[in-house]
Every structure is written in C-alpha cells, then in structure tokens.
C-alpha cells in the first residue's frame, strides 16, 4: 500500500511539473504565435486587395466573433470589405479569406488554413480555385453538384460545400451589419432610440410576424431567462407572441425565432444561427423546409422518422428532429408561462 502511494506521489509531482512547464512555455509562445499570425493576415489582405491603402477594423454589432476591414484607398475612398470566413468541411475547419467590392461582388479570395484529405481537398488551396469564385454575387455561391455553377473539386463536394456556405454566412453577416435599419413609421417601440442589435432583433420580429405595430417583452415568471414578446395590433391587441430558442443539432446549436397565434400554434419560424452540415443539415434555413412547421401545434411537432408529420431533411435527421423538438419544448413552456399568468401568477 505504501509502495502504491509512493508511486502515485511521483506521478502527480511529474505531471505537475510538467504542466507548469507546458503553461511557461505557451505564455511564451502565445504572443509570438498571434503576432505573426495578425501579421500573415495583413499581408494577404495587402495581396488580395492591393489597391487599398487603410483596412479599417470593424467587429459587428450582431455577431462579436465576426471581424471585417472596409478597405479605402489614399483618397479615403471606399473600394470594398476584406474578412474571413470559417466552416467545417469533411475533415477541419476552411478558412478563407475574401475581398468584396462595395457590391458585395468577390474581388479576390484565399484559403489560409485547412486540413482536409490530401490530393482532394487540400486542393482548395490551388490557385485554380479561387479563380471559380471571382467576380460572383451572393445569389451566385452554389456548387456545380447542387444545380449551380461554381464547380466542385472533384472528390471533395463536401470541402467545397463547406467553402461556399461560409462564404454565404459571412456574407450575409456583412450585409447585415453594414445595412440601414428602418423601422416602419407606424411601428412603436418601447425603447429609443435603439441599437443595431436590437433594431435587428426587432426586424427579425417584423420578418416573421409583418402585421404587429408593437411588442411587448415579458420574462417567464419561473424563469428570467425565459423572454418572450406578446405582439399587438394598431388597436393593441394582442395578435400572437414571438420567441427565441436554441437547441444543439448534428454539430452546431441551432437557433431560432418562432412567430406564434394567440392560440400558440405556429405562423412562421425562422433560423437566426446555424453551422450544421452544408447541403444536408444547413439546409434548415431554406423557405421549403421551414414551411413544414407552418400551422403547426405543439402537440404535431414530431418528424416522421418517429412517426410524426414533419418530413425530415434528406441525410439530416438529427438537424430535423433539433429544430422540432426545439419548437414543441419552447412552445410546452410558454403555454405553462401563459397559464401561470393567468391563474394570478403574473406580477
């Protein structure tokens, strides 16, 4: 038993040592490693867009994980935004750098860092692949293999699906923190003047119930962290609520806005965020797939592989069933919220 412990003390006093020496040693290094990196990125900004003479950073107001540079020339004129985009492809996260023009047109871009099968991915790296990028709009990212035109790298449709789709995200982010927020002339709010968050958040609101004037946000009376909004009509009147919920899908969290009636069945949801796999499970931000929930109760939220009538998406069953029980969960909640408040609970 002595013999034992003896043991067992030598082995913690080597793996403390050994982990002081690992923490010394990467409080070193780190700095280096994210100067020469902030360095390396610099410079293939300079390369994608040499025109420009001043990158100025941005950070978006909606999403703090997203960094862009709106590139001016020495006349402090506007030539168009540099930024990267990052998705998991078959086997590491891509990421790309991309110039746009103020048209959101892509100028230029670069694959700076993948990890993909090599000799079939990797080759998104070869100078010949950005080139099929060049000069394409947002509507135009659509692999060759899903009724596009941009062609994939032959073995690796996933690694180009991974490419196009981040590109698409990050595009859309840009768009959206760059664009002029109106809210209609008509429509109260309770706050102002607000900020770009919330301005969105209220658009998103509007998108997927146009006819309320106002709404009003309330916390679940058994959970603050539960807020939901009851939207009203010009003669405020209650027309139905909205809420936001998150469950994890196949590899991401996937969150969404949910537009209900006064009798909580669903009118419209909409994906807020999403990283599942692109061209099966990214596909739950698609019209098509979104309008299966369409009408529904809580109690029709089943997909179909469990019996249910929510057609699943075609490879991205895990990614369906998320985002229905997501739905019915948030759905459970706030009826039992609603009831509380009206049976004299509310404050």
């Not at 002081?20 to 390396?40: W, Y």
């Not at 057609?311 to 509380?340: F, H, P």
Request: one cysteine or more; a neutral charge.
């Amino acid at each position: 038993m002595k013999y034992i412990i003896q043991l067992g003390l030598i082995l913690l006093i080597f793996c403390a040592v050994a982990s002081g020496v690992l923490a010394f040693v990467n409080s070193k290094t780190q700095p280096v490693i994210a100067a020469r990196k902030a360095l390396e990125e610099e410079q293939t900004r300079k390369e994608l867009m040499p025109e420009a003479k001043v990158f100025e950073e941005k950070v978006s107001a909606e999403d703090s994980t997203f960094i862009y540079y709106i590139a001016k020339d020495d006349k402090d004129a506007l030539l168009g935004y540099c930024f990267i985009a990052a998705k998991r492809g078959y086997s590491s996260v891509i990421r790309t750098m991309v110039a746009m023009d103020d048209k959101y047109t892509i100028i230029n871009m670069k694959v700076i860092d993948q990890n993909e099968t090599p000799g079939l991915g990797t080759l998104c790296q070869d100078k010949a692949f950005p080139e099929r990028f060049k000069g394409r709009g947002f509507d135009e990212l659509k692999a060759d293999k899903d009724g596009g035109t941009i062609q994939s790298i032959t073995g690796a449709t996933i690694t180009t699906r991974a490419v196009i789709s981040s590109l698409k995200d990050a595009i859309q982010i840009l768009k959206d923190d760059l664009a002029e927020i109106e809210v209609p002339a008509d429509m109260q709010t309770e706050v102002k003047p607000l900020d770009k968050k919330a301005l969105r958040a209220l658009k998103n609101r509007l998108e997927v119930l146009p006819e309320a004037k106002t709404f009003v946000e309330k916390k679940a009376l058994a959970d603050s962290n539960f807020v939901y909004y009851i939207a009203m009509d010009s003669l405020n009147k209650s027309i139905g609520y909205t809420v936001e919920a998150s469950k994890q899908g196949y590899c991401s969290e996937i969150k969404l806005l949910a537009a209900l009636d006064n009798e909580l069945n669903i009118r419209q949801i909409k994906v807020l965020n999403q990283d599942e796999t692109p061209a099966l499970g990214a596909e739950c931000q698609e019209g098509y797939f979104l309008k299966r929930f369409n009408g529904k109760s809580a109690n029709a939220l089943k997909v179909d592989k469990d019996g249910g009538m929510i057609k699943s998406i075609a490879g991205a069953t895990i990614t369906t069933r998320a985002i229905t029980n997501c739905l019915r969960d948030t759905i459970t909640k706030l009826k039992s919220e609603l009831q509380a408040r009206n049976t004299g609970g509310s404050k």
